[in-house]
């Protein structure tokens, strides 16, 4: 075999094989992987991928899974910001994984925790999530129970001040 077709099969196979590697180098994790919301509010989902090997990886291409019972109580829509963007060697690269938004417009109070998420970098395997993603939904306190608690809290102070200004 010619030696410049030796060569660039070798050279072949380590660009393949150094890409394989990096792939397999990543992790990824929601960052924060916990949020607390009120009922209505919609969710901007953060993240990042850490590339742990010693070369940067380009990322062209990839979905994303984000399925399972949360998607019961809140839409995903993905974002992925995170295409045509290097992560360096030994590096991470933040990025905006999707917005969740509920379902009918309000979510009980609660906690819940998403199934795994996955990410596929350039075509690799499944990539899961270090951390699964946790909502908590606190009560919402409505503009108009306030102005009853401020209300109802101004009757003995100003009670009290009119019985000062007689006495």
Known sequence: MD????SKIVASVMVLASAATAEASLL???DPAMRTVG????ILMTAT????SDTPVFI??????????FQKIYDWTPILNL??????????LDFDFGLLTPVGGVVEPGTYVSDPAYLFINGSAPIEAQTRFTVQVVPDT??????????????????????????
Do not use: K, Y
């Open 3 to 6: 030696s410049s077709i030796q």
């Open 28 to 30: 990824w994790s929601f």
């Open 39 to 42: 009922p209505r509010e919609s």
């Open 49 to 52: 991928l850490e590339n742990t």
């Open 60 to 69: 062209d291409s990839g979905p994303a899974s984000f399925t399972g019972d």
């Open 83 to 92: 295409f045509g963007r290097t992560i360096p060697a030994n590096g991470s």
């Open 142 to 167: 409505d503009p108009s129970t306030l102005c009853l608690l401020a209300l109802a809290c101004s009757g003995p102070v100003w009670l009290a001040r009119r019985a000062r200004g007689q006495g």
